[in-house]
């Protein structure tokens, strides 16, 4: 049995105090909630007072991004000691982090390593481009991602993997629940290619693209699939919940 996991990813959004009131607008019925893990990844800046809004509360803290060193002249980067205490995820390889900041598989595989060497888990994004889809190249595509990611990687099943098709991201157009659910199978078997198939049944798998509490209950209804990870509607308190919400119930089922 896999623990389901929705985490919110808000990306470069909500100043300290917009940040705060998003929380605060969700804290008290996101703790009622059981049964899913929740998972709030907030930018570096609000991480702090957010984790004293957190004190006692069931929710989990993430960050969107992390440097491999552990200190030094490395201007304008975050270490994975200085996250030591403040949160327990990071998000690691997303697809605007590989496009923008040009992130290739051997720094993300260094960043895998520094996280799970002070104990923050990383929630690894793979996925294929538009054009990789259309050429069929989907499975080629996440197969290579995760097989560099985890090169040298001890074997954890605490590892976290959002398959984020990029073409989903942000443009309302989610994947199907089976397309979904059919890469996914592909990146369990590879990742029990690399670290054999005990952990790699252990490891979450979520989905992530145009997640809305509108589709959600079509992807956690497909038993492969652990959950979600979410982009702009985590920034609305209502729409979170309902997500988190659904999750919870219809995964009691599954
Ligand atoms: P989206 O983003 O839900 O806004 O498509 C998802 C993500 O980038 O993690």
Redesign the pocket.
């Known amino acids: 049995m896999r623990l389901p996991l929705i985490a919110g990813?808000w990306?470069m959004n909500t100043t300290v105090p917009e940040a705060i009131k998003l929380v605060a607008a969700m804290l008290t019925e996101l703790n009622r909630i059981d049964g899913v893990e929740k998972v709030l990844c907030p930018p570096f800046v609000s991480l702090v007072p957010i984790k004293e809004l957190l004190q006692g509360s069931s929710v989990k803290l993430g960050v969107q991004n992390m440097y491999f060193e552990d200190k030094g002249a490395f201007t304008g980067e975050i270490s994975p000691v200085m996250l030591i205490d403040l949160c327990q995820y990071v998000i690691l390889g997303?697809s605007?982090r590989r496009q923008y900041f040009n992130e290739t598989d051997a720094l993300i595989n260094q960043k895998v390593k520094g996280a799970f060497r002070f104990g923050i888990v990383p929630i690894l994004c793979v996925g294929e481009h538009l054009e990789e889809n259309e050429a069929d190249m989907t499975k080629v595509v996440v197969t290579r991602q995760i097989k560099l990611a985890l090169q040298g990687v001890n074997p954890s099943a605490q590892l976290v993997v959002?398959y984020?098709p990029v073409w989903?991201?942000?443009?309302g157009k989610a994947a199907t629940a089976e397309q979904a659910s059919t890469t996914i199978s592909v990146i369990r078997s590879t990742i029990a290619g690399v670290w054999g198939k005990e952990i790699a049944q252990r490891v979450r798998i979520l989905y992530?693209?145009?997640?809305t509490q509108g589709n959600i209950a079509e992807f956690v209804t497909d038993a492969e699939i652990d959950g979600a990870?979410?982009?702009?509607?985590s920034l609305k308190a209502e729409e979170f919940l309902s997500i988190v919400k659904q999750a919870a119930l219809i995964k009691a089922r599954v």
Request: net charge negative; hydrophobic share 35%.
């Open positions: 990813n990306k997303h605007e959002a984020e989903a991201i942000g443009t992530g693209g145009s997640v990870l979410v982009g702009s509607a």
